[in-house]
């Protein structure tokens, strides 16, 4: 009987790579002023689907987390750093009419806080907004400009989004989203924040 052989290709393998993760980069929580100072948190939302939408939202607390004040307004559309900065300005307003004399200002915005901390002088803001923005600082008695991580500026973000669906100043009974923002910040909540494709530091 005739043998017949075979030969057959060397086995091959595959690697299977699960897709990347983001990697947890931070820990990210609001934290309250210390005694005798109050603090705002600022937002800017800018939509650039063609719906022309933009909004301000803000919100000022006392050193235990308590809530004095808190806005979000629809705004005309323009840049991501003039509305901000329109959002800044608001939340300066408002603070100086109530009393507000000792603030710590904290955005997520690291271009404009670095613009008004004087360590850079890049800007995205007109130069007269800027000037605006220095006289109203100078009228507090004590004002300190810091940054934040979007995560730590979550309040202030659910503020803009609300604006869309009810311009206002809120003084007592807040929108729901909202005070669960609130409420996490003043329960000390921790948010990670992720390094994304792209992202730096």
């Not at 091959?12 to 931070?26: C, K, L």
């Not at 100043?169 to 609130?182: F, H, R, S, Y």
């Amino acid at each position: 009987m005739e043998t017949l052989a075979i030969s057959l290709p060397p086995a091959t393998s595959a690697t299977f790579h699960q897709p990347a993760q983001p990697a947890i980069v931070a820990f990210v929580q609001w934290r309250p002023p210390r005694p005798g100072f109050y603090k705002l948190n600022f937002d800017g939302s800018v939509h650039h689907d063609g719906s022309g939408r933009a909004s301000i939202g803000g919100v000022i607390r006392d050193c235990y987390g308590s809530t004095m004040l808190a806005f979000g307004e629809t705004t005309p559309h323009a840049g991501v750093g003039e509305v901000e900065a329109r959002a800044l300005i608001r939340g300066l307003d408002l603070a100086l009419q109530n009393g507000c004399n000792r603030l710590v200002v904290e955005g997520d915005d690291l271009t404009l806080v670095r613009l008004l901390r004087g360590e850079s002088e890049h800007t995205r803001i007109p130069w007269e907004m800027y000037n605006h923005i220095i006289e109203l600082l100078s009228w507090f008695q004590d004002v300190e400009v810091q940054h934040v991580y979007r995560e730590g500026n979550q309040a202030a973000d659910a503020l803009c989004h609300e604006a869309y669906r009810c311009s206002n100043v809120w003084t007592d009974i807040l929108p729901e989203e909202v005070w669960l923002k609130l409420e996490d910040d003043r329960h000390g909540v921790v948010h990670p924040r992720f390094r994304r494709p792209g992202m730096k530091g």
